[in-house]
């Protein structure tokens, strides 16, 4: 696959030690736990965990999207300014330059709009961009997509599209103010095996093309390794592994992610997907303020990992949660395979 | 006779009586004694009102006479039309727009008083006379009255202002009648050429009233105005429009009394009388009622045969509970079947029968022993009523307690407020049933009225056969009623004919076809700034708004 | 286009046959209901007295009323093929015009009363939607009694309040010219519209609430929408679906509560004649309003079903009644 070489100088986005609290029968739960990480112009960043690890808060968290009476500390920067405080004109274009794609193009779509509003709405709102020039992009757009009779899918509504179709729809969408970033929130889970394969190729060369950042989240430690140049792995609202993708599932750093590794969830076993490690995912609040959150489902877990939650350390060029991390490098792709 | 010196001496001393009534009655909390004469006027008005908006029960339904037999139609149609002979306030007969005379028995002679003219500004004729009086016979007419006609034989002009009525036999109950609705005269051609929508919301009518038709609107109102034109400058209305309009129920015509919404209405058992009677909005009048609230007996094959158990019943009904439950105390105990209002002619002799007539009081003890002697104890009558029907249900549950005070039981056969009308119209309703309740009254001051629907063998509303053999165990005796209320008929001598009258009424007192309850008064209720209607049962049948206007 | 309309056609074509049929039912249960209610529509314009058993005689074989109960119905219907409703036994008139002249008074009562409750009833029911807070909590409140409150309450306390105390509006009859007609619709009104008005407003602050939940509001966010046109364009649009829905029924079943509030009233309109017909048995009355007021039910349904497609585009016409 053709890959953007990183680029130098400053991140797009950065995250710095996000910690995102919100409203839980009445007391103030962590859902996210200083979340940290960067985003360079024009890179795939994947974004693996379990269910609840946190991943579509992160993305929440960096499109303000979060649900009323969340309360977030720490810093999102984009473009080097801070997210949270942004407002106004600088919000709106901010909004323009990072696009959402969501994981259920159906519900993420008005049903009573057509197609056509739906794709230009934006850009005629808040680019003042005329209808029928919004609708020639839209239609240029959704043939790059590769749907070709664009001027028809105009007219119809969300219900007449198959699954895959809207969500070449969403991507299509989502390019349509040229934005920078590009969110996506498993983008291809909801759909069939043989549509995800296409709308994923469709996402990468599209992305590839426009030189576009993109968050990839998805539960696929493959799937992030194929599209993604780095790949963070979440767990229990914290970042427990950060590393080039392409040497996530030999090497890996953390037990966790050397577990989902192991849990091979491949592109076509969706149904079952990381069922194989043993214990219950938890959640942040539910992660011990005093221990390494992964200690109860962890095989290497020691009385080290249980007296304080170990800091993010640097190893072999990527970042690790673990603190028996240098201990077992090298062992953790083995043992588990064997 | 000299109408016009009668009516102005009957004002003077009503208006004075009048205004007592409103002093005392109308602004203390306590009903009316009703022992005391009520006064059959109130304070004749003075200043011009515009527009008056009075209440009826209900919508009115025809504008026809022949067909006024309730009280919308007939509070409106006595102010639309005339008739022949009038009834003043107090129930008096005199002249109307024709005197009578009677050269033989069998001859009743009208003469047309000159200058009457109907609204369009055409004269009254003999013409228009008999034909008014002819369409209550007329069989395709199908008009209520036709029965008060039974006795005569030929309707004709005689004359240029002159009707003649022959009949097949005396009756003096018919000059009544024809000062009541079925003496009032359309214009012919006006009506001919209306036909069938004569009286109706599509039609228009023609009477020579002080007030005229303006307009009807189903359900909205009839409106009628003051007729400037009206052929007796003596007579000249303060009001110069008058809605007449049914209210739907008491508490909308409460509201609506209290607001001006409405401004007057002849009110009937009224369930917020205490609530009115204590407002300075509107002023309460109580007037005599020619009315009669009574237990129709409707079947005497039963235990009501024996005229013991009736007379027992009657004595062990607390009627002054009913008077305060129903009527609020606006009605009094009655003596006869008819109400004393209704003593229009034979003044005196009425009066002091009626002085000398026993008490209806309760004496349980007394009726306990007459149902021992006639043997009815434990025997059961069934009363018709309709829980639905707030007056009727409580006075059929009183009813119910008599009975059983007085060691007999009573079951409560219970119809829909609809439904309880079958009662008097079909038979088969009655099956199973000993009597009902009603407030009955007939159509002029004169207590045979209501007698002739009772008495007579063929009465509209002689349900039980009172007085016939076969349907009346005790028929022998009690058709001497009957024949003595037949000679009164054909009696010219009104006192004479009264001392009849009156006999019958205490003959029928004993007997009790019907058992009287109580007789309602008439219950006046006007804004306060409003004064002069008729405060007897007259408004019926007369022009009861002449007088009618601003207080000042 | 061609099939759509065709769809179209053969879901008017079966409404069309709906309301027939409809109409041929409900007209023979009703004049059998009457029939079989004993009484005497004649009987009653004596108002409790006994009439002559001669006139009685007459007027019942002028109006049929002594023929077997299918021999009057189908003198009726035959009749009303021809658009001829019958004569009010009562009134002695048409009943065709009787019924005409009262028609503007429903018409304008459940009118007024419709714009009160779509009006007040989904403008309340968007404000405490998209504000918590006390306008919220009190409107629940209120809602959550008057929606309970019977019509006839409601105009005994309307009537209580602003005509006999404060005198500010008549509490009975129609009125002349239209700002006075106005002025006495408005209790009625009010008193007919208050139960619905609570629950439109209950069912609008729901479907607020919960369209602007909706993930595709979410996406609209993202995408910077201002919020003016995300509440205008993806909350109110689609909350216009059950809003519409709820108003259309509620509004249909004012026309047969809006007799409750025209009797209490004096108002000279059908629901009000319709229950004094009844009471006096005048049949061809009765007759006559009810189906009127059958064919103005199923025809605001069918409003309902046709406005519900238009606004959802993914109910097809008729799907509503499937
Ligand atoms: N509105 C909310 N209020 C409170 N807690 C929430 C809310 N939404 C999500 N959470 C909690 O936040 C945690 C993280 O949720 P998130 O949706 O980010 O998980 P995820 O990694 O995206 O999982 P999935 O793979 O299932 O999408 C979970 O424990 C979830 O229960
Ligand atoms: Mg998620």
Redesign the pocket.
């Known amino acids: 696959m053709n890959r953007a070489e990183p680029a130098a100088g400053a991140p797009l986005l950065e995250l710095e030690g996000v910690t995102v609290r919100?409203p839980?029968e009445g007391s103030m739960q962590a859902?996210l736990q200083d979340v940290s990480f960067a985003i360079r112009p024009g890179e795939a960043l994947g974004l693996v965990?379990e269910?609840?690890?946190?991943?579509?808060?992160t993305a929440r968290a960096i499109d303000r999207l979060l649900?009323p009476g969340a309360a977030v500390t720490g810093r999102v920067r984009f473009g080097g300014r801070d997210v949270m405080t942004l407002s106004g004109a600088d919000l709106k274009r901010f909004r323009g330059e990072v696009a959402m794609i969501f994981q259920d193009p159906r519900a993420h779509t008005n049903p009573v709009r057509r197609i056509g509003d739906f794709m230009t709405e934006a850009l005629r709102t808040n680019a003042r961009v005329p209808m029928d020039e919004a609708a020639r992009r839209a239609v240029d757009l959704l043939a790059s997509v590769g749907i070709e009779d664009g001027d028809r899918r105009l007219r119809q509504y969300p219900h007449e599209l198959s699954g895959g179709l809207l969500q070449r729809v969403m991507i299509a969408t989502a390019l349509l103010t040229r934005p920078r970033l590009l969110l996506a929130d498993?983008p291809t889970t909801a759909l069939d095996v043989t549509t995800q394969a296409e709308v994923l190729a469709i996402l990468d060369n599209l992305r590839s093309e426009l030189s576009l950042a993109m968050l990839f989240i998805t539960?696929n430690l493959e799937l992030a390794a194929a599209i993604c140049d780095r790949t963070v792995v979440m767990y229990a609202g914290q970042v427990v592994e950060v590393r080039e993708s392409n040497r996530l599932h030999d090497q890996p750093l953390h037990p966790y992610t050397a577990a989902l590794a192991a849990a091979r969830p491949s592109i076509d076993a969706t149904a079952h997907r990381l069922t194989a490690i043993p214990g219950r995912p938890l959640?942040?609040f539910e992660a011990p303020a005093e221990a390494c959150a992964f200690t109860a489902r962890c095989p290497y877990a020691a009385d080290v990992c249980r007296e304080r939650r170990p800091a993010l350390v640097e190893l072999d060029g990527g970042l690790t949660r673990c603190a028996r991390a240098r201990e077992l490098f090298g062992r953790l792709e083995v043992e588990l395979h064997a | 006779m000299n109408r016009k010196l009668t009516t102005h001496r009957v004002m003077a001393v009503a208006g004075v009586v009048g205004l007592l009534a409103t002093a005392c009655g109308g602004r203390t909390a306590g009903g009316p004694s009703g022992g005391q004469q009520q006064a059959v006027t109130t304070k004749a008005g003075t200043k011009p009102v515009d527009k008056v908006v009075w209440a009826v029960y209900r919508d009115v339904n025809s504008l026809d006479p022949i067909f006024a037999f309730d009280y919308p139609e007939n509070t409106t149609d006595s102010l639309l039309y005339e008739s022949l002979l009038r009834q003043g306030a107090d129930g008096s007969l005199g002249p109307g727009l024709a005197t009578l005379s009677y050269p033989d028995q069998s001859t009743m002679v009208f003469t047309l008083k000159p200058g009457v003219t109907f609204w369009d500004g055409n004269p009254l004729t003999t013409d228009d006379v008999v034909y008014s009086l002819n369409r209550n016979t007329d069989p395709a007419l199908a008009g209520f009255y036709s029965a008060v006609f039974s006795r005569v034989q030929s309707i004709a002009a005689t004359g240029t202002n002159e009707v003649t009525i022959k009949l097949k036999q005396p009756d003096y109950w018919l000059a009544s009648e024809m000062g009541s609705i079925p003496g009032m005269i359309i214009e012919k051609k006006f009506a001919q050429a209306q036909g069938s929508n004569y009286g109706t919301p599509a039609g228009k009518i023609m009477g020579t009233g002080a007030f005229k038709f303006e307009s009807w609107k189903p359900g909205v109102a009839v409106v009628i105005v003051r007729n400037d034109s009206y052929w007796n400058p003596a007579v000249k209305p303060l009001v110069r429009e008058m809605d007449i309009k049914g209210a739907p129920n008491d508490a909308s015509l409460t509201s609506a009394l209290l607001t001006g919404g409405i401004n007057g209405v002849y009110a009937q058992a009224l369930t917020t009388l205490d609530q009115l009677k204590t407002n300075k909005a509107v002023t309460v009048t109580y007037g005599p009622g020619w009315y009669t609230d009574a237990f129709i007996v409707s079947d005497l094959k039963g235990a009501l045969g024996d005229v013991r158990v009736r007379q027992a019943l009657s004595l062990a009904l607390d009627r002054k509970g009913l008077i305060d439950a129903i009527y609020k105390g606006t009605a009094t105990l009655p003596k006869w079947i008819s109400n004393r209002g209704t003593f229009g002619y034979g003044k005196s002799v009425f009066e002091a029968a009626y002085a000398a007539a026993p008490d209806m009081t309760q004496n349980l003890a007394k009726a306990k022993q007459l149902i021992i002697d006639a043997g009815a104890t434990g025997k059961s009558i069934t009363i018709g009523m309709s829980s639905e029907l707030t007056g009727i249900s409580i006075e059929a549950n009183a009813l119910k307690a008599a009975a059983e005070a007085i060691g007999m039981k009573a079951t409560l056969h219970s119809v829909s407020a609809q439904n309880f009308i079958n009662f008097f119209i079909d038979p088969k309703a009655r099956v199973g049933i000993d009597g009902f309740f009603t407030l009955n009254y007939g159509d002029y001051a004169g207590p045979e009225s209501l007698l002739a629907t009772l008495i007579p063998p063929d009465g509209s509303q002689n349900f039980d056969g009172y007085g016939v053999q076969g349907t009346d165990p005790q028929a022998a005796n009690d058709s001497k009623a009957f024949t003595l209320f037949d000679e009164a008929r054909s009696t010219a001598d009104p006192n004479a004919r009264a001392q009849k009258v009156a006999d019958v009424e205490k003959m029928i007192a004993t007997d009790l076809p019907w058992i009287p309850v109580l007789q309602p008064l008439i219950v006046l209720i006007t804004s306060s700034n409003l004064t002069g209607a008729y405060a007897s049962f007259a408004y019926m049948f007369a022009p009861w708004a002449d007088k009618l206007g601003g207080t000042g | 286009m061609g099939p759509a309309e065709s769809v179209h056609l053969r879901f008017f074509v079966r409404r069309l046959a709906m309301l027939l049929v409809s109409l041929l039912v409900a007209s023979f249960v009703i004049f059998a209901a009457i029939y079989l209610a004993p009484g005497n529509p004649i009987a009653a314009l004596s108002g409790g007295r006994s009439l002559p058993p001669d006139s009685l005689h007459v007027l019942e074989a002028r109006y049929h009323l002594d023929q077997p109960f299918i021999v009057q119905y189908w003198y009726w219907l035959s009749n009303a093929f021809h658009g001829n409703l019958g004569i009010s036994i009562t009134l002695r008139e048409n009943v065709s015009d009787l019924i005409a002249s009262r028609i503007s008074t429903t018409a304008g009562l459940v009118l007024y009363s419709s714009i009160l409750i779509i009006v007040i009833g989904v403008g309340l029911g968007i404000l405490s939607g998209f504000k918590r807070g006390l306008l919220d909590t009190s409107t629940l409140v209120i809602t959550a009694i008057s929606a309970s409150l019977p019509a006839f309450v409601a105009a005994i306390v309307l009537i209580l309040v602003f005509a006999v105390q404060l005198q500010w509006f008549p509490s009975l009859g129609n009125g002349v010219g239209f700002i006075d007609q106005v002025r006495h619709l408005t209790l009625p009104a009010f008193a007919l519209a208050v139960s619905s008005l609570a629950i439109v407003a209950r069912v609008t602050r729901a479907a607020i609430r919960e369209e602007a939940r909706r993930e595709h509001v979410q996406t609209a966010v993202s995408r910077g929408i201002p919020t003016a046109e995300l509440i205008r364009r993806h909350v109110l649009r689609n909350a216009a679906i059950p809003i519409t829905t709820i108003s259309g029924i509620t509004v249909a079943s004012l026309i047969a509560v809006a007799a409750v509030v025209e009797v209490v009233f004096g108002l000279a309109g059908l629901g009000a004649y319709l229950v004094q017909s009844a009471q006096s048995k005048d049949l061809a009355v009765v007759q006559g309003i009810s189906l009127l007021l059958v064919t103005t039910f199923v025809v605001m349904n069918v409003l309902v079903d046709v406005l519900y497609a238009v606004l959802d585009p993914r109910v097809s016409l008729g799907s509503r009644a499937q």
Do not use: I, N
């Open positions: 919100l839980v859902v965990g269910s609840g690890s946190g991943k579509s808060m649900p498993e539960h959640s942040a």
